[in-house]
């Protein structure tokens, strides 16, 4: 390891993500309540996922585009203020009970639009404050700041703020983006890859230059075609899973959501020594060992009636999904050129998305016709399948050259701005 440190840029672009993971966290939990509390009609309600997808498939990848296009920073500041004066309307309207359903999902809306774009510019920030020798524990941090506010603190405290006042979430959220917008725009520097030659050209073909890069690098492809692939599985293995607590596992609600704290538990332990552990095994081990780990939560899923063997699978799996993020994210940054590093970013969260919506919805198909334990077994070959058809490529000579080498600059353009 090298004396490389974390500097003040870092320290304020993690503060400004946790605090934003923290207000995004209550409003997650705070608008079904709301929801719910103005009408039982299950369509109604059910909508509200779909208002917080839809926006990352249609605007990963014209997103990625903007992101290269302009100064990552400034475009981020825009973002966390835009969301503020739309949080700030919802909470006020909320006061004067002026707030309906609609204006609820309206708010929601622009709110996850300006994530998708926030999170594609503030991966492709990371390179530009952050000594390449330490991208692991950076994005450890990261992760593990997200995982402790969106997953353990936002959950409990967002539904205690709302009980006293249902726009108070709301308006913590809007406290929270303003906060990350002062934190961001104090990042000394501009963020923004190199300029096209050649001038600018259409969106279209800006996203098919990223998506192409992306398709030519069997590292980067294989993990972006993997975190699609297996987050239909465990999107529909999750999406039963409450059926499965209840039904198999003899779990009340309280049991059921102890399973998700062992998971982000694990995750926060993965994010704590992740950059230590993936230097004493290897990235090559560290993927490898966590598909296997990928292949057992299913097995567990599918095969025991154990409660505690399938905490302890989540756990493991919530430690495996640390240190999957950590690596791929660290790897991408380290590849891909700084012209592209925003397209192929939002190439990536395209297709994960995608896998977690067409899981969400094949998982209570498939357990409605197979019975409840077929989403978890069909997870569970398509886990070895992967296995079986992925081992080889992540072998340690190929990972061990993409970490000892810079990232590449495409053909036409010069290396990063920062």
Do not use: K
Not at 13 to 21: K, N, R, V, Y
Not at 335 to 344: E, K, N, Q
């Amino acid at each position: 390891m090298t004396g490389e440190r974390l500097d003040g840029r870092f320290a304020r672009l993690w503060t400004a993500s946790t605090m934003s993971a923290l207000g995004s966290g209550m409003a997650t939990v705070a608008a079904p309540l709301y929801v719910a509390s103005r009408t039982d009609d299950p369509l109604t309600v059910s909508a509200g996922a779909a208002v917080a997808w839809l926006p990352w498939l249609l605007f990963s990848l014209p997103g990625g585009v903007l992101v290269d296009r302009v100064d990552r920073r400034r475009l981020m500041v825009v973002i966390d203020w835009v969301r503020v004066v739309v949080l700030a309307v919802l909470a006020a309207a909320m006061v004067t009970d002026r707030a309906g359903v609609a204006l609820l999902y309206a708010v929601l809306f622009v709110v996850n639009t300006g994530e998708v774009v926030f999170r594609t510019a503030a991966q492709a920030v990371v390179p530009a404050v952050v000594p390449r020798s330490r991208l692991e524990r950076a994005n450890g941090w990261l992760g593990g700041g997200t995982q402790v506010m969106q997953n353990m603190v936002a959950g409990p405290l967002g539904g205690f703020l709302f009980v006293v006042a249902a726009a108070i979430p709301f308006a913590v959220n809007a406290g929270t983006y303003a906060l990350s917008a002062v934190l961001v725009g104090l990042l000394a520097g501009t963020y923004r890859g190199a300029p096209e030659v050649g001038g600018r050209r259409s969106v279209r073909a800006e996203v098919a230059e990223g998506f192409r890069w992306l398709l030519s690098q069997r590292l980067l492809r294989t993990m972006t075609l993997l975190i699609g692939l297996l987050n239909v599985t465990l999107t529909a293995a999750l999406a039963v899973l409450v059926l499965l607590a209840t039904d198999r596992l003899g779990l009340g609600s309280v049991g059921y959501g102890a399973l998700f704290t062992c998971m982000a538990v694990g995750g926060l332990l993965g994010s704590a020594v992740g950059d230590r552990l993936v230097a004493t095994i290897t990235a090559t081990w560290t993927v490898r060992i966590g598909l296997l780990i990928e292949a057992g939560l299913h097995l567990a899923l599918a095969a025991s009636r154990s409660a505690v063997v399938v905490g302890v699978a989540l756990f493991a799996f919530g430690v495996h999904g640390a240190l999957w993020n950590m690596v791929a994210n660290s790897l991408r940054q380290r590849l891909t050129p700084p012209t592209l590093m925003g397209r192929v970013g939002s190439t990536t969260l395209f297709i994960a998305a995608g896998g977690n919506c067409v899981g969400a919805l094949l998982g209570g198909v498939v357990a409605d016709r197979f019975g409840i334990t077929a989403p978890y077994w069909v997870g569970f070959v398509v886990a070895v399948a992967v296995i079986a058809a992925t081992w080889r490529v992540f072998d340690r000579a190929t990972v061990a050259a993409a970490y000892a080498d810079p990232a590449p600059t495409t053909p036409d353009a010069p290396a990063t701005v920062a």
